[in-house]
């Protein structure tokens, strides 16, 4: 049987501390301008990817996509770097399997892989109505928002924590997140 590693949390939380201090060195000294780790404007713009092959005529006449260019840049790299970093330290981990439907889930609402799909697409689109609204997301407004000690960012990452400890209630049923 493959030994289980155990990630720990303190370590990777200052990674991300790290990771954070040098984007802001890095992308000052390189493209002059600064910028805080963020990764919700990623996601829009790989969506503007999509409607540009479907629709250029309306991508060129989006006034949001005249502000934010469609591009790959560092925070696009950065979100390719999440996904395959979380994969290869799940494997890495053993703990990587696949599920349509995860035993948590499964408990409290039942086996039924479109209801968790329609879960995950509803639970994206309010997340990134949020992010679009609040002008950026948990990570750009919580760890860079906190790395300039902003009055702000405490809010913002106090209310993102506040969120997600009822809805984590709700959806775990009180179960404290026990597998």
Known sequence: MKRRIDWRPYVAG???GVLATVSVV?????????HFLGAST???????????????DHV????????EKIKIDWQF??????FI???AASILDGSFRLEAVPPIWRERFG?????????????GIVAMFGARMADGCPSGHGLSGLMQLSVSG?????????????????VYGGKGGRR
């Open 77 to 82: 790299m950065l979100i390719a770097g999440i």
């Open 60 to 67: 060129r006449q989006n006034p949001y996509f005249a502000k």
């Open 42 to 56: 990623t996601f829009v713009r790989a969506a503007g990817f999509v409607e540009q092959a479907a629709a250029p």
């Open 14 to 16: 200052a990674l991300v």
């Open 111 to 123: 086996d039924s892989v479109a209801l968790r799909a329609a879960g995950a697409f509803l639970g």
């Open 85 to 87: 970093g979380a994969l």
């Open 154 to 170: 405490f809010i913002a990452l106090g209310c993102f924590f506040g969120a997600g400890v009822l809805m984590a209630a709700w």
């Open 26 to 34: 890095v992308t000052t000294r390189v493209l002059g301008k600064t």
